[in-house]
């Protein structure tokens, strides 16, 4: 993301719902190509459209994708955060339920469940449209010794 004061990450992340979360400086994250849908103190959401350079060879999402779109989203949840210092993923963990397809719309929730000084712990959902789990996923992120 840009890089606006800190104090004021949350309000410029919520000025950036119902946007294409193109302001991202992850390239990674552009190629998802998420919109994001609600950004609260305890996690956020946003909606992704499945294209066919997301599946697998049976055109279902490939879970390295639902992993990236957790993990990314995750990123974004922490940015919201008044944090001093950059807490980067230690670990990933995730389950998958249901696969979409290319075409279908998929929206993705983060839930901080424990924020540390020095951990933070954060669960991840990948819903239908129609609110059928699809995945969840389970990551802590840890503080670095790099400032925002």
């Known amino acids: 993301m840009q890089n ?13 719902v119902g946007k294409p979360m193109t302001v991202s400086p992850s390239p990674f994250a552009h190629w998802l190509n998420g ?4 950004v609260k103190e305890e996690g956020i959401r946003a909606s992704f459209k499945i294209r066919k350079d997301m599946t697998n060879p049976m055109g279902m999402l490939h879970g390295g994708v639902i992993a990236g779109i957790f993990d990314d989203l995750m990123g974004v949840t922490f940015f919201s955060m008044d944090t001093e210092y950059f807490f ?6 995730v389950a998958y339920f249901s696969s979409p ?12 469940i424990k924020k540390g000084e020095n951990i933070i712990y954060m669960e991840a959902f990948l819903y239908s449209t129609q609110g059928k789990l699809l995945a969840k996923g389970n990551s802590n992120i840890v503080k670095s010794h790099l400032k925002i």
């Open 4 to 16: 606006p004061n800190p104090h004021s990450r949350m309000t410029w992340l919520q000025n950036q």
């Open 35 to 38: 919109t994001l849908l609600e």
């Open 88 to 93: 980067p993923t230690i670990d990933l963990s």
């Open 101 to 112: 397809r290319e075409g279908d719309e998929v929206i993705a929730q983060t839930q901080v």
